[in-house]
């Protein structure tokens, strides 16, 4: 079955880095997109960015730009977030989900469309002096 | 970027209700529009994709329906496990913006 596992909770100090991983299993790593989502105390779900396993082309959110990283290791089937200059508004739970396409048919099919059927369990980052 | 904006942002209803939830999108999204349930201390998970596709496993009493810039999210008759937060999101572009949640409350 899927699962994506994602590393353990981080307490971090302001200006510094975290790095969160997401270890997939069950399926052809390479053969699906990785998001990342957070989720701030209280808050909604805020979309961060997208790796593709397969050639490794990303696609951040504006408001992170600069200051993510996200890259995979297909030895390992791992994904990896990594985002800088921390500050305490980004405490939150970090979500890794695999990216699932719907394809269409026909003649001139539009895009297929993308949806997170699974997800990692979430990693709390803590941001605090 | 699209922004995507849901209605209301809290409601409460009663075991056995039939609830709505609304789901705006400031640009022309076809069908790419997802929804999602979300429990406190849980990741999400997915009820309907391609603003219409029940996932797999997801009982029949969610439906979603709608096109371009406004969608809905039903629940036909409101069950206990039902009290969440719930979010559409769309999938046209990126990035691939959330609403804000609509939160389901006990009457």
């Known amino acids: 079955q899927v699962q994506l596992v994602q590393s353990g909770a981080e307490v971090k100090k302001p200006g510094a880095s975290v790095k969160v991983s997401c270890k997939a299993s069950?399926?052809?790593?390479?053969?699906?997109?990785i998001t990342w989502v957070r989720q701030a105390p209280g808050q909604g779900l805020e979309w961060m960015g997208w790796i593709s396993a397969y050639n490794y082309n990303t696609n951040y959110a504006q408001r992170f730009q600069g200051r993510v990283t996200m890259t995979t290791d297909t030895s390992t089937s791992t994904a990896y977030m990594e985002l800088r200059s921390l500050r305490s508004d980004d405490t939150a739970v970090y979500y890794c989900?695999?990216?699932?396409?719907?394809?269409?048919?026909?003649?001139?099919?539009?895009?297929?469309?993308?949806?997170?059927?699974?997800w990692g369990q979430g990693t709390l980052v803590t941001v605090s002096s | 970027d699209i922004q995507m904006t849901q209605s209301p942002s809290s409601l409460s209803a009663s075991v056995g209700d039939r609830v709505t939830i609304t789901c705006r999108a400031s640009h022309n999204i076809k069908t790419y529009l997802n929804w999602y349930q979300q429990k406190p201390g849980k990741a999400p998970e997915l009820l309907i994709y391609?603003?219409?596709s029940l996932q797999s496993g997801v009982p029949s009493r969610f439906s979603g329906s709608g096109y371009g810039t406004d969608f809905t999210l039903t629940i036909s008759s409101l069950q206990p496990e039902d009290f969440a937060t719930y979010y559409c999101?769309?999938?046209?572009?990126?990035?691939?913006?959330f609403g804000q949640g609509t939160k389901v409350e006990v009457k």
């Open positions: 989900a695999r990216g699932d396409m719907l394809t269409f048919g026909g003649f001139a099919p539009p895009p297929p469309a993308e949806y997170f059927h699974h």
């Open positions: 391609a603003a219409s």
């Open positions: 999101q769309q999938s046209y572009n990126m990035p691939r913006a």
């Open positions: 069950g399926y052809a790593f390479t053969s699906h997109a």
